[in-house]
């Protein structure tokens, strides 16, 4: 009994340390094909792995969690997004498109670093109003145990606390 139990946790180790090697390859760091977004462009619904927040008409998702509005202009606004994403853990930037106002992050998980894929959209309103759409989503799996949801709405709430939301 106590022999196997014993070889029961080896291979579990072995099998989780087999996934995070896996996953902690750089292969893992790049976009791949269909992971190229563009948030204006999402139709519903969503996967359950994945979560939205947009301003209200910026694309046809019922699930879209309402991005705030803020006073002041884009630039400014992806200043203070900058800093929010700085003191994330374990994430990087895959690609960037200033020309459009976007920027494809991942950020891993703690124990086996599993990939999440965020894509951020800043939104002009306005010369001096201005928001943003994030769509967070899981790379592996069906559901993502409201992992990506969390994480908007703590992004959210942290942008809403140092930019000040307008409305």
Known sequence: ?????????????????G?????????EDRLR??????ISALRGPLAQN??????????????AMPSPVFAMSLDRLAGYWTEIIAGEPRIIQIAAE???????????????GFPDVITVEFVSLAPDRSSLALYSRARYGRSDFGVN????????????QIAGAAD
């Open 98 to 112: 200033p020309d459009r106002r976007r920027l494809v992050l991942m950020q891993r998980s703690a124990v086996f």
């Open 149 to 160: 949801r969390r994480r908007l709405e703590r992004w959210l709430s942290q942008l809403r």
């Open 19 to 27: 996934v995070r090697l896996y996953m902690g390859r750089s292969a």
């Open 50 to 63: 994945a979560a939205l927040a947009a301003p209200a008409g910026y694309c046809a998702v019922d699930q």
């Open 33 to 38: 094909s269909g992971e190229d977004i563009a």
């Open 1 to 17: 009994m106590i022999v196997g139990l014993a070889a029961f946790f080896v291979v579990l180790t072995v099998a989780g340390l």
